[in-house]
């Protein structure tokens, strides 16, 4: 839809290079696209980052007045805008060098402008639609090699809306046949194979129903209560000595190691086939408070029933174009960290080698698996995957609804965020550290996201953008449980 150019303020006051204020003379709202003609360069594309009311009634006047009295007040509407900019020549985004003059008209920005020095293009091939720019028809469509080659981060206050942003750029994901693996600890993204009910907020954005069954497969390590999925296991026999320490909770390498790799050995020695029972009765034999810790653990490791002696193939888990489901529903919580240690260093392992596709490792409840505070035993290799991982070909989405109790080290290094409605002053803190041209404007925006509006950092733009997140094309999984019938 083509907007008419309407003049909508004048710039006043002193004028910097990046920021400029304005005096509105029509009601536009904070967010809002702005054009500025340049002398040099033409127009220039900037964005009304904050909005106030200048009055002439004083504290002492307005508590004189009666309940009922009326007075006529003076009052001007002021907006603070920041400079997004112009393409050049060469078709790089660049802030004029001369601040603009007092006095110059102010325009609502034209949709063609926006797109263009937005960079807002249909990518068929690479662009992962997620949603449309907000207040406008321009679709948000972000690079997806570099969502795996550069991370991501999907985060909201509970109730948010995260589980269904994550679901609609799954689908993005299966309908560009990018491989993944999804941490899923509440069995929320099953759903991912069912279509969407048709609605009328389909035609706006123009999303058409879709499943994809035959893109999913889903395992869980408990399949008695998750019973729509293949059992996930690991195979004793492929399992180092580091390995195992690594299923027994045990950090201290130096201590446990040794004694560790000598009782598997002489298991292996009269029983090839041996399983963690025999490890279990072999560390019962020792003498020691080591040899006491490593029976404890083993006893453990044997309770989770995720060794055994034919674990899950990682061909079988790991399949080109598709997304492979880890449901944790109804696991223990330390279940739960073991299954992510190993997998997580399996992924990695593999992916160095190159024997398995690039893949995008999709983490929910991150802060739970990597936390900022305390430790879990899946997070030195996360750590180490949102450090490295770009490098080999193995792409991090951490999904949290705490910002700021994730590791910063895998925060930081996730480069497209895609952040929902957050209120929690240590959340906020949190993201206004890890992300860089984010204004105070828009920090306090997020605050007051309305449902289904995100904000966009990274993902191939080079300033952040509002995005109204497009209906899923599937059945949406997440929805909190009804505790009264309406």
Do not use: W
Not at 4 to 29: A, H
Not at 381 to 407: H, P, W
Request: aromatic fraction near 4%; hydrophobic fraction near 40%.
């Amino acid at each position: 839809m083509k907007r008419l150019v309407e003049e909508v303020g004048r710039i006043f006051g002193d004028v910097g290079l990046g920021q400029f204020q304005l005096s509105l003379t029509l009601p536009i709202e904070r967010g809002d696209y702005l054009t500025v003609v340049d002398e040099i360069h033409g127009k220039v594309l900037c964005q009304l980052d904050d909005l106030k009311r200048k009055s002439d009634l004083d504290l002492e006047h307005a508590g004189a007045l009666m309940p009922s009295e009326e007075t006529p007040i003076r009052e001007s509407l002021l907006g603070a805008a920041r400079i997004v900019g112009y393409r050049d020549a060469q078709g790089l985004v660049k802030i004029p060098s001369i601040p603009f003059r007092p006095g110059a008209h102010v325009f609502r920005a034209e949709e063609p402008l926006i797109a263009d020095v937005l960079g807002l293009k249909h990518h068929a091939n690479s662009g992962a639609y997620v949603g449309l720019l907000r207040n406008h028809n321009l679709r948000v469509e972000l690079d997806i090699n570099q969502l795996v080659q550069r991370h991501v981060s999907v985060l909201a206050k509970t109730g948010g809306g995260k589980s269904y942003l994550l679901g609609v750029l799954i689908e993005e994901l299966l309908r560009h046949k990018v491989t993944c693996v999804i941490i899923d600890p509440h069995g929320e993204y099953g759903s991912l194979r069912i279509p969407a009910e048709k609605n009328g907020g389909h035609d706006r954005f123009g999303v058409e129903s879709q499943g994809f069954a035959r893109q999913i497969q889903e395992y869980s390590p408990d399949v008695s209560l998750n019973p729509s999925a293949k059992p996930l296991t690991f195979n004793l026999r492929t399992t180092d000595p580091r390995d195992l320490l690594v299923f027994m909770g045990l950090t201290n390498v130096k201590t446990f190691l040794a004694p560790l790799k000598q009782i598997m050995e002489n298991v292996a020695a009269s029983n090839p086939d041996y399983t963690v029972h025999d490890l279990v009765r072999a560390a019962e034999a020792g003498e020691g408070a080591v040899a006491e810790t490593l029976h404890e653990r083993l006893e453990y490791v044997e309770q989770t029933k995720l060794l055994g002696p034919q674990g899950t193939s990682l061909n079988d888990l790991v399949k080109k174009g598709d997304a492979t489901l880890i449901n944790l529903r109804g696991v223990a919580p330390d279940v739960q960290e073991l299954v992510v240690a190993r997998l997580a260093t399996t992924l990695f392992e593999n992916r160095k080698k190159d024997k398995i596709p690039p893949l995008f490792l999709v983490l929910e409840e991150a802060h739970n698996f990597a936390p900022q505070q305390g430790s879990a035993t899946c997070s030195r290799i996360l750590k180490n995957i949102a450090s490295e991982g770009r490098k080999f070909g193995l792409g991090l989405c951490a999904v949290t609804q705490r910002a700021a109790r994730i590791d910063k080290t895998v925060l930081s290094q996730c480069n497209t965020q895609l952040i929902l409605q957050v209120t929690n002053p240590l959340d906020l803190r949190a993201i206004a550290q890890s992300i860089e041209g984010l204004t105070p404007g828009m920090t306090e925006m997020i605050q007051s996201l309305p449902v289904g509006v995100a904000l966009v950092t990274g993902g191939g733009y080079h300033t952040p953008l509002f995005c109204e997140v497009r209906p899923r094309a599937t059945r949406h999984g997440g929805e909190s449980v009804q505790i009264v019938a309406n």
